[in-house]
């Protein structure tokens, strides 16, 4: 089936540091991207939606200067958390969809100490 | 605003026994998923249920689709222990077809 792979697996920043994480669909185009966010024991929340070639939407209550959104590319989005706090700190998941099935990476644990 | 809850929570089961997930969501969708989730992992696709009245069984696992009541059903037979996960049902909505996911079953099938 569809792959979508993310990229680090994992991440410890100094606050204060950015930090890119991509998203990339292996072997479909995605004009349409999806970045969730997940605390621990809890479940995942929508922070925004790439589109391929324009700006990203965000959903309410995300800070769109804090977290960048890049789609520039049908295969390729990215997501960079800027000046990173330890309250960033989280599961970031981002996820594909491919007809009637939503694909997703593996996972960021960002830590940021 | 679009809600989607489930119920319960948390469930410790015994191996061999039986128990249903409930997933309830607060408007109108035609397209429900379900999902597994591994400590430390991102997810698993288990369904998709696209109409009323779908059915779909994999395994010890069952998932059904009341899209008038606005209720979905994931029905576990005779877990195992490999079972232990946490579930989460998500509904598409809107134009841009975004998931939004229910509040997680923490599942624990003990020996």
């Known amino acids: 089936g569809a792959v979508v792979s993310q990229h680090p697996s994992w991440v410890i920043c100094k606050s204060g540091t950015s930090v890119k994480i991509e998203c990339r669909s292996l072997d479909f185009q995605a004009t349409t991207m999806f970045w969730y966010r997940q605390f621990p024991k809890q479940s995942l929340m929508l922070m925004a939606t790439?589109?391929?070639?324009?700006?990203?939407?965000?959903e309410q209550g995300v800070e769109k200067d804090k977290f960048l959104i890049n789609h520039a590319s049908l295969t390729l989005s990215t997501l960079t958390v800027t000046s990173a706090h330890p309250e960033d700190s989280s599961f970031y998941i981002c996820?594909?969809?491919?007809?009637?099935?939503?694909?997703f990476g593996q996972g960021t644990r960002l830590t940021v100490v | 605003e679009l809600k989607v809850e489930q119920n319960p929570l948390f469930l410790s089961m015994q191996e061999g026994k039986n128990y249903t997930i409930y997933c309830n969501y607060s408007?109108?969708?035609?397209?429900l998923y379900w999902y597994r989730q591994d400590p430390g992992k991102s997810l698993e696709s288990l369904f998709v249920?696209?109409?009323?009245?779908a059915v779909k069984q994999e395994g010890r696992l069952m998932a059904s689709l009341d899209t008038k009541a606005r209720l979905s059903t994931l029905h576990i037979t005779a877990a195992v222990h490999d079972l232990s996960a946490t579930y989460f049902c998500a509904v598409i909505t809107g134009t841009a077809s975004k998931l939004t996911f229910g509040t997680g079953t923490r599942l624990q099938v003990t020996l």
């Open positions: 996820s594909a969809r491919m007809g009637m099935a939503a694909f």
């Open positions: 408007t109108t969708s035609d397209r």
């Open positions: 790439s589109n391929e070639g324009s700006k990203a939407t965000y």
């Open positions: 249920l696209l109409s009323n009245g």
